[in-house]
């Protein structure tokens, strides 16, 4: 489910569900903050909460969005040029990054670090490394163990791409937790698997991916059919569902017109029955990426069958099929080196989605070409790609911001969620708290629902970190897109409006309504009004907000006063003496220029009505509770004057029957 493809990771969905939903209205999204700098390996809540720069309006949904830098991790014992962060992988409380070039079994031997969430489910959590990985006690140098990583439950897989069995060949390392479930556990060595017909320099293990009890394997270099044209092997677990079960190889993938120099199989992801492949080097490195579905769904022991072969009809030197993801029916190809209006090499990402939802037979259409808002000349926007559910993550290794290659990545959300024909756009830019020249943040990326780590492969002086990013909603919404407004909270706050889920009910009440619309549902005896601040016959007041909550426009009868002022009669003198009622219609206001005189400054509209009423041609008045302005008119009926929308109308009943 949450797969590699050589330096980047890519995710499928364990949290699908929590991505998708019906269509959504718009995100206008929320201003930059400057990002604080951290130097923990993983920092705890409240320390290292660097708000993402350069959040923009996503279409289709009304509340902000930002992401937040959660921590920056780094080795226990990491030390100059280990690359750590140059593979990585996440799922749920649990990650693992590699570190190709560590050199605890000789130089370039490699390692991979696990970490997890201090608190389980918790976004604001640090996190804690509890295992390092590695491959067999003594093994050799140069073997590169951790190029590449994934992770699903409770099982990892790593990529050795130049393991010596035998030289450069290349090999995969299983490993399980030994208490399924539990965070705090150690890891355990399952499995090291190579290639039935693996041979010298085919690199097996360049990229790898895992999903349930199933994964594919890279190996780019493989002859097959000719120099460097590449393989990908897929492997499922002799037990389904035990995590101490044995692997066993079930298929060799190749593409059906494979070619010298394709490197098919330098990335690599599953999801359920369906694998991606990709070539970066077919075509004069224009590339391709390849689709593969098991010919029964869900038999493990199945065959597979290629059913489509993806481009971008790009020039030469694409790079297209370097980094994949899929995730359900719905995949991104990353493009780096593509140029196009940007500049040379800045960099695009391709999105391809199945014409028939769920079936495995059906072919594959691209819905969209992605592209950074601010790319630039040799960015590599694309260099890294993962995907979950309707939201994915870009890697721009060679982006600028915070110096030369410090680097950059990129969400990106489907702007209908769950349409499949829907266009994407992007909605935030991530880069490091304490980003800095040569960093290469975004060399690997992966996503599983609300949480997104970026491996950094040269900053700590080529050490290499990963960063910890997690969506943030503003108070009182959540979902994937901050969708969902959640049910108001009483406050003792008097200020609180409901804007961030809590209000205050003035003189006590039970608080309704959700987020953006809080209201008191009942209030105490004798009291009313939307916020029960409303007294015993207030009629003014009570005129004044029904109004305005429903757009100036008035009831046909006066049965509404009872309820907004508990213990008034209902007689029609709302707006002011009984000779005085508020007209049916909509009120939108009559206009100074229309009256029979205007007056500023006056207290309240019962003053306004006594100046009405002081004056036989005075047939209706209109007051402005924000002016104070009191205009007299000397017509009964109110005009549809929309720079009037705050003037309460009300026509003297007594003058227009006289």
């Known amino acids: ?146 190029h590449s990583v994934s992770i699903d439950a409770d099982t990892v897989v ?29 890891w355990t060595r399952i499995a090291k698997l190579t290639a039935a017909d693996g041979a010298s320099s085919d690199e097996f293990g360049v990229s790898v991916s895992i999903d349930g009890d199933t994964m594919v394997i890279g190996a780019n270099l493989d002859d097959d059919d000719g120099s460097d044209t590449g393989s990908a092997y897929v492997f499922t677990r002799v037990t389904p569902g035990d995590p101490a079960s044995g692997w066993t190889q079930v298929a060799k993938l190749t593409a059906d017109d494979a070619a010298a120099s394709a490197q098919f199989g330098m990335s690599v992801s599953i999801d359920g029955d369906t694998v991606v492949v990709g070539a970066h080097g077919t075509g004069a490195y224009t590339g391709s ?144 708290g304490d980003g800095a020249a040569n960093d290469e943040f975004g060399s690997s990326v992966s996503i599983d629902g609300d949480a997104v780590v970026i491996g950094a492969v040269q900053s700590q002086t080529s050490s290499g970190s990963a960063y910890v990013f997690t969506l943030a909603c503003p108070d009182g919404y959540r979902g994937a897109r901050c969708e969902t407004a959640m049910p108001c909270v009483a406050s003792t706050n008097s200020s609180k409006d409901g804007g961030d889920g809590d209000f205050h009910c003035v003189n006590g009440g039970t608080i309704g309504g959700s987020t953006g619309s809080c209201t008191c549902t009942s209030c105490d005896t004798a009291y009313g009004g939307a916020s029960c601040h409303i007294g015993p016959c207030d009629m003014e007041q009570s005129c004044y907000d029904f109004n305005v909550r429903n757009g100036m426009t008035t009831p046909a009868t006066c049965a509404w006063m009872a309820f907004e002022a508990p213990g008034c009669d209902a007689k029609c003198g709302a707006c002011g003496d009984c000779d005085y009622e508020l007209t049916t219609g909509d009120i939108l206001g009559w206009g100074a220029s229309e009256a029979g005189g205007s007056t500023g400054n006056v207290a309240s509209a019962r003053d306004c009505a006594k100046l009405c009423s002081e004056n036989d041609k005075c047939l209706s008045y209109e007051y402005s509770r924000t002016s104070k302005i009191c205009n007299r008119n000397t017509e009964a009926d109110p005009t549809i004057k929309n720079n009037y929308r705050d003037y309460l109308f009300c026509s003297n009943k007594a003058a227009s029957e006289a």
């Open 289 to 432: 990426a390849y689709v593969f579905t098991r010919d029964t769904g869900g038999d493990l022991a199945s065959n597979w069958t290629q059913v489509a072969k993806l481009t971008d009809a790009g020039a030469a030197d694409n790079y297209f099929g370097r980094s994949v993801s899929i995730d359900g029916d719905t995949m991104v190809v990353g493009a780096h080196a593509n140029t196009n209006d940007d500049g040379p090499h800045s960099g695009s990402a391709y999105v391809f989605t199945r014409d028939t939802a769920g079936d495995l037979a059906s072919g594959w259409t691209q819905v969209a070409k992605l592209t950074a808002d601010d790319g630039a000349e040799d960015d590599w926007f694309g260099r890294s790609v993962s995907i979950d559910g309707d939201t994915m993550v870009i890697g721009a290794t060679q982006d600028d911001d915070k110096g030369d290659k410090s680097g950059s990545a990129y969400v990106f959300m489907r702007a209908t969620a769950g349409d499949l024909t829907s266009g994407w756009t992007q909605v935030a830019k991530l880069t490091a």
């Open 158 to 186: 790593i990529g050795v791409r130049e393991d010596d069995d035998p030289a450069n060949s290349g090999s995969a390392y299983v490993f399980a937790r030994l208490t399924a479930g539990d965070l705090t556990s150690d």
């Open 1 to 146: 489910m949450f797969s590699v493809s050589a330096t980047s990771v890519v995710s499928s969905s364990r949290l699908h569900s929590r991505w998708t939903g019906g269509s959504l209205v718009v995100l206008a999204l929320l201003a930059s903050i400057v990002a604080l700098n951290f130097f923990a390996v993983a920092a705890e809540p409240g320390s290292d909460l660097a708000p993402v720069r350069g959040l923009r309006r996503l279409a289709q949904t009304t509340t902000g969005v930002e992401y937040l830098q959660r921590a920056k991790l780094t080795a226990g014992d990491g030390v100059f040029q280990d690359i750590f962060g140059n593979s990585v992988s996440i799922d749920g409380d649990t990650m693992v990054i590699g570190a190709v070039y560590d050199d605890d079994n000789g130089d370039n031997s490699g390692s991979a670090y696990v970490f997890t969430r201090n608190t389980a489910g918790n976004l604001t959590s640090g996190w804690t490394q509890v295992a390092k990985l590695t491959a067999d006690a003594g093994g050799p140098a140069h073997d590169k163990f951790g």
